[in-house]
């Protein structure tokens, strides 16, 4: 028995402390053992016929190989999941997606979608869906700008294949109109956005026809959120959390003063501004790019 829980043991440490009922029985472990070791805290139950070895401690890597487990051979993760595990989006979503042939019932914090046919790569040590796969069921559930700047994510990895990806959005399957709205609008510099206030601003620059500004970059030593180099203009954009302190305050008004004296005008705006004053925004912002230099 000693070697068999050795066994156990070193599977699990390749797959963050979790492993199926299933793996257990391929390891030889029987029936009354595996409840035996679970009444005797040795297992540890996280998901129906999925138990954390020895211990029960979350991690991001853990919860993950769990989902999978549970979904059973050939899931994967997929969906907004698959996309942040792949590093195409920022935010873990609060949900774990997996996708598997099998029928298998969603669970709390867990969505599981039936599906046959879907190629697995692996990344990090997990299993996802391709990643053309991966856009196209985010373009079923997220906003159009979100499907575009993940867009510009995998173009700035270098893992962006349109031809694969304009197949894909052709299949008519959910989410392949809003992909093919996206790749008629694909804007590469929507990947070097660090926030969403950034990711609001620059469709807004669209919107009003001038040309995107490049986002993040060194002016005179100061690091601008956006700035036309050509137009000497410089736009600061001051997220809810941001700019709020004395000193963060006074660091602005020093670094706008930087700026000016190199030759740029600074406008700012704030949250409240892009998303509740939208008009008063695009009519303020064509004004500055505007005026002559």
């Given at each position: 028995?000693?070697?068999?829980?050795?066994k156990?043991?070193?599977?699990?440490?390749?797959?963050?402390?979790?492993?199926?009922?299933?793996?257990?029985?391929?390891?030889?472990?029987?029936?009354?053992?595996?409840?035996?070791?679970?009444?005797?805290?040795?297992?540890?139950?996280?998901?129906?016929?999925?138990?954390?070895?020895?211990?029960?401690?979350?991690?991001?890597?853990?919860?993950?190989?769990?989902?999978?487990?549970?979904?059973?051979?050939?899931?994967?993760?997929?969906?907004?999941?698959?996309?942040?595990?792949?590093?195409?989006?920022?935010?873990?979503?609060?949900?774990?997606?997996?996708?598997?042939?099998?029928?298998?019932?969603?669970?709390?914090?867990v969505?599981?979608?039936?599906?046959?046919?879907?190629?697995?790569?692996?990344?990090?040590?997990?299993?996802?869906?391709?990643?053309?796969?991966?856009?196209?069921?985010?373009?079923?559930?997220?906003?159009?700008?979100?499907?575009?700047?993940?867009?510009?994510?995998?173009?700035?990895?270098?893992?962006?294949?349109?031809?694969?990806?304009?197949?894909?959005?052709?299949?008519?399957?959910?989410?392949?109109?809003?992909?093919?709205?996206?790749?008629?609008?694909h804007?590469?510099?929507?990947?070097?956005?660090?926030?969403?206030?950034?990711?609001?601003?620059?469709?807004?620059?669209?919107?009003?026809?001038?040309?995107?500004p490049?986002?993040?970059?060194?002016?005179?030593?100061?690091?601008?959120?956006?700035?036309?180099?050509?137009?000497?203009?410089?736009?600061?954009?001051?997220?809810?959390d941001?700019?709020?302190?004395?000193?963060?305050?006074?660091?602005?008004?020093?670094?706008?003063?930087?700026?000016?004296?190199a030759?740029?005008?600074?406008?700012?705006?704030?949250?409240?501004?892009?998303?509740?004053?939208?008009?008063?925004?695009?009519?303020?912002?064509?004004?500055?790019?505007?005026?002559?230099?």
């Amino acid at each position: 028995m000693r070697e068999r829980s050795a066994k156990v043991r070193t599977l699990a440490d390749r797959q963050w402390g979790r492993v199926s009922w299933a793996q257990l029985k391929a390891l030889g472990i029987d029936d009354k053992t595996i409840v035996r070791w679970a009444h005797g805290g040795y297992l540890h139950q996280v998901h129906p016929r999925v138990y954390g070895v020895g211990h029960c401690a979350p991690s991001v890597e853990a919860d993950l190989t769990a989902a999978v487990l549970y979904a059973g051979p050939g899931a994967m993760l997929s969906h907004a999941t698959a996309l942040w595990w792949l590093g195409m989006v920022d935010t873990h979503p609060p949900r774990i997606q997996v996708s598997t042939a099998r029928r298998c019932q969603s669970l709390r914090g867990v969505n599981v979608h039936g599906r046959r046919g879907c190629r697995r790569v692996w990344h990090k040590g997990l299993p996802t869906t391709d990643l053309e796969q991966a856009l196209l069921d985010y373009a079923s559930v997220a906003p159009l700008e979100r499907v575009r700047h993940a867009l510009a994510n995998a173009d700035y990895h270098q893992l962006l294949d349109l031809p694969a990806l304009r197949a894909v959005a052709g299949c008519g399957r959910p989410g392949s109109v809003k992909l093919q709205r996206a790749l008629k609008r694909h804007e590469p510099k929507l990947a070097h956005t660090r926030s969403p206030l950034e990711r609001l601003f620059l469709p807004l620059c669209e919107r009003v026809g001038i040309p995107l500004p490049d986002v993040n970059v060194y002016i005179g030593g100061v690091l601008v959120d956006a700035v036309w180099r050509d137009r000497k203009l410089v736009v600061e954009l001051d997220g809810r959390d941001n700019h709020s302190s004395w000193a963060q305050i006074q660091t602005d008004r020093r670094k706008e003063l930087r700026l000016r004296a190199a030759g740029y005008d600074v406008v700012r705006y704030g949250t409240q501004q892009l998303e509740e004053q939208t008009k008063e925004v695009e009519a303020d912002l064509l004004r500055a790019y505007h005026l002559p230099r």
